[in-house]
Every structure is written in C-alpha cells, then in structure tokens.
C-alpha cells in the first residue's frame, strides 16, 4: 500500500472541520482539510453596499436552493416541512450566523432519564465544560458569568457586547413578567481578540460581517491552523471515503473545480460537513464491507434529523430603540420555560432570545403578514420606518429525534459534478407543535409587557436556521448508535465524526458552542491516541 498523503483528512472547512484542524496540526499531525466551497473575504458580504437587503434575497440567501453557487449543491425537500439553511465555504455555515453561543444545560444530556423520552448521551455537561471553556478562550466570546441557569463557575474571557435599546426594553419585559433572562453570549468579541476585530455594532451578523469582528471559523480558526502547517483545499467536492477489504477508512476521493478525481490517503478521516452533509457522504461511501453505507451498521446514518424549528414575534414600539445597531446576535435571552413543566401538556421546552430588526426591508417583510394596507401604499415608509422601533424575540424549540426524520440519497437529483443529492424527509411532531404555539403565546407576552403597539408572530421559520443535528448520533450501543462517546465510528475505528451529527438530543440552545467543544475534544482524542504523529 502506498505511503498515505496525510495522518488525517478532514472533510468540512466549517467551525467544527477548522477546530480538528487546528488541533492536529498545532500538535505536529500532517493535516488535509476538503472543502467544498472557497474563502469568502469580509470586503464581499453584502452589508458592505447599501442595497444589502436586496442582496441577500438571492445571492446571498441563506436557502442552498434559493441561492444556487457553484459551491452548493442541491437539497430534495419535497417530503420535507422545513428546508435546512447551509452555506460552503471556509468557515461553513458559521459566515451566516449570529454566533449566538449558549452552552447545552445539563439536562440536555439526560432527556431520557428525566423525561421519559429520547435517550441519554453518553456523557453530561461537566466532561464537555473544560472544553467549552477552551473554546471560548480562544475565539474570545463576550458574555456575563454567573446566569443561574447553569451551573455554577460559568464565565467568559471578554465583557459583553451592549444589549443597547431593543435589549433594554426587552429585558424590562422579563422582569415585569418575573422571568429568567441574561445578556447575550455571543462568539462576538467586544474588543479586538487576535485575528477578530472588535465589534463595531453593524447589525448584519447573520449576512457575514463586513468588519471581521465575529469567530466565524474562517477567522478564528483557519490562520491559526494553516500556521501550524495543515493543508486547506477549497473547491474540493468530497464523493466517498474510500475503505480497505478490513472495513477502515483509507482517504477521501474527491473531485476538483475541474472534473477531475483525486484521493487524498490518510491513516484516519474526520467529517465535519454537518448534519446533512455527513450522512450524505457516509450513505454515498457504501462498499462490499459497508453494503448500506459507510459506519451505518445499526441503520441510522441519516436519521434523527433535528431542526430546531424556529417562530418568532416581533414588535414594533413607538419610540426610537436604534435598532439597526448590533450585534444580531443575541441581544438578552432567557431560560424561563427550557425544562419539562408538569403544568404543559408537552415535554421539554424552549430558548427565547431578543434581537434587534437591522434594516428597513426587513421591517416591511414582516408586517406583509399583517396585510397589504399595512406595509404598502400610504403606509409604506411607516412601515419602512419602524425598523428603528423594533424587537424581534424568537425562539429555538427543542427537536426531539425521531427515525422518520432522516436524510437520504436522492434518487432524482444530483450537483454538477453528478454526485446524488441529499433528500431530507422531515416532519414536525405534536409534541414540537405545542412548543411552537407555546413559545408565540410567550413572545406576545413580553411584547405586551413592554408596550408594543403591534407585534407581527410568525408560528414556523419555514428557513429553519441552520441548526442541522442527530443524524450520525453517539452512544455506546454500537446497535443504536453511529459513533462512541469520542466521535469514533463503532464500524471503522480510525473515522471520526465530529459535528452536529452526533448530537443525541438537540436542546434548544443554539448549538454551534455545543459543536465546537464537541470536535476540541474529538481532535484531541485522536491526537492522544493515535500510534505517530509523522
């Protein structure tokens, strides 16, 4: 057999690919990374030009199928009730997001003991804590320590960024009500922190940030790792992980720009192409030792899906709230109804979170749903207006995993390079209905609180917001789970997972802080039991 190119090949340039990365390389492993999509510099975001809320309708939206670059491919959701945000690039998914950074609580990973339902992860809360707190040093997350949500000794590296107007107002609500809430944590640092610059307040987070003052993974992650010497290969489409007659992973065979296949040989394989991207690939990797796909033994590769179905509530008030300033990004958030309730006819329960309305289309987008009269016409430029005047609270809801939802091949459609699309079969349970509605009530109650003079709710993003988990899912019965409790693969013991895929549950907390401690201690995993380092 010929001498491998690399020790490791990770699949994925997103937070969780760049924090493997990283690891390996700076403790001296020769690391390749594939990625899909190309760097994409802060001077190109659409926040940069004043017809940015344009742009992102199209070019820039967050919907694969909407936007249609030549780093995406496409995604089968005609059996599906949500259609899953994602985004190729270096740095994934994260260019889009609001690095809203909250950490699972510890009931998270014991649903099935307290409630009855799912099944417990294989660890808790306190063996992933050392790692989130090296994650958030590191990318410099600005926050406020001590929200009794959590368990005591929870801090952050830098000072919260300001909650500003929407937040105040916001957080005066809660108190009225006598409910739980906190100023954001956010993976936004509030001054500059290495490669990050400070942030400068621009209110377009979820577009990408013009200043480079948010640790999206390009930036926190990437110049780090390519200065320890790891290999970043852009334009790279991944079309199975190539194993031996023994089952093991022996490299990835991906194809250029250009048509043209290539295989990178490593002794071990890391995926990180997220939660449909993953399983997409272990089902395209099926070979005569792995006939239903690779690492999928136990039949759930692919299933599981959790979305985190979103709603929301905005508010419009009659006063100047500058709400146009950010970071979007969590402004405060609160924990009040996270946990079951003997009270709800429902299990588990919700994140609410406040974020500022950033610009004036996208204040006459939400008051259409009010009727014409309301945003067009006469009214326009009030309803333009408003946006100064806004709060957005929206909420994540928790995603319990069921089978059906799942991800498979799509039998009809392909990218452009002829690789089968993921299908997602996906539908939203009773039990993730009564939360939605439970969580719009709840949201129209802080608005009344805080004198709203309209509020606009929306009981399902159909957009859902990228949060893409469960279906690669850790354990420690190979018969009912993927991977172990490391994000080893149970069928090949030299591939790893070590994103969203392997969540058990999915909480609703936003997950990314969850993911990249997750893969920190993946990467170190592997780094500590691996036979050489050459």
């Given amino acids: 057999m010929a001498e491998p190119d690399a020790d490791v090949v990770v699949v994925g340039a997103g937070p969780a690919g760049g924090v ?49 670059l030549p780093s995406d491919y496409p995604l089968g959701v005609d059996g599906a009730e949500l259609s899953p945000v994602m985004f190729n690039a270096v740095g994934g998914s994260s260019l889009f997001a609001g690095m809203e950074w909250p950490r699972l609580l510890p ?6 003991s307290l409630d009855g339902v ?225 009270e709800h006819d429902f299990v588990r329960g919700i994140k609410l979170h406040a974020l500022p309305t950033p610009g004036p289309l996208n204040a006459v987008e939400a008051q259409r749903r009010l009727g014409y009269d309301a945003a067009w016409g006469a009214n326009f430029l009030r309803a333009a207006g408003a946006h100064a005047g806004g709060i957005l609270w929206a909420a994540n809801t928790e995603d319990l995993p069921e089978e059906s939802n799942r991800v498979t091949l799509d039998p009809d459609r392909s990218d452009d390079s002829g690789i089968p699309a993921p299908a997602i079969h996906y539908r939203i349970s009773e039990n993730t209905r009564k939360l939605l509605g439970f969580a719009v009530a709840r949201m129209e109650q802080l608005h009344a609180a805080a004198g709203a003079v309209r509020t606009v709710p929306v009981e399902l993003w159909t957009d859902q917001p990228g949060h893409l988990l469960g279906t690669a899912r850790m354990g420690s019965d190979p018969r009912r789970s993927v991977v172990d409790a490391f994000g080893r693969a149970h069928d090949a013991d030299n591939l790893f997972i070590a994103d969203g895929s392997i969540f058990v549950t999915g909480g609703s907390a936003n997950p990314t802080s969850t993911i990249t401690a997750l893969a920190l201690r993946v990467g170190r995993h592997i780094a500590d039991t691996a036979r050489s380092a050459r």
């Avoid at 009931?107 to 099935?112: A, E, P």
């Fill in 107 to 112: 009931c998270d990973f014991r649903v099935r």
């Fill in 20 to 68: 493997v990365t990283c690891t390996l390389a700076r403790r001296g492993f020769r690391v390749v990374c594939l990625e899909q999509g190309d760097w994409v510099r802060p001077a190109d975001f659409p926040a940069n030009g004043p017809e940015w809320e344009l742009e992102i309708q199209r070019r820039w939206a967050h919907d694969p199928n909407v936007r249609r």
């Fill in 118 to 342: 799912a099944d417990d992860w294989p660890i808790g809360y306190s063996d992933l804590a050392p790692y989130h707190d090296a994650i958030d040093r590191f990318v410099g997350v600005a926050g406020v320590g001590g929200d009794p949500a959590y368990p005591p000794g929870l801090d952050y590296p830098l000072p919260p960024n300001p909650i500003g107007g929407p937040g105040r107002r916001a957080a005066e609500a809660a108190n009225r009500l006598g409910w739980h809430w906190w100023p954001g944590t956010n993976a936004i640092p509030s001054r500059r922190h290495g490669e990050i610059a400070g942030c400068t307040r621009w209110g377009t987070c979820e577009w990408g940030c013009p200043e480079g003052a948010k640790a999206s993974a390009d930036l926190a992650y990437w110049p780090p790792a390519l200065r320890a010497g790891a290999t970043l290969v852009t334009g790279a489409r991944a079309r199975r992980v190539e194993t031996g007659r023994d089952g093991r992973a022996t490299g990835v065979v991906w194809l250029d720009r250009a048509g043209v296949e290539h295989l990178a040989r490593a002794r071990a394989v890391v995926l990180c192409a997220n939660g449909v991207g993953t399983p997409r690939l272990l089902l395209l990797s099926a070979a005569a030792a792995h006939p239903d796909g690779l690492a999928n033994s136990s039949g759930l590769v692919g299933r599981n899906l959790m979305l985190h179905p979103n709603c929301s509530v905005t508010g419009f008030y009659d006063e100047d709230l500058a709400s146009w300033l950010g970071p979007a990004g969590q402004l405060v958030y609160s924990m009040e109804f996270y946990d079951t309730r003997p």
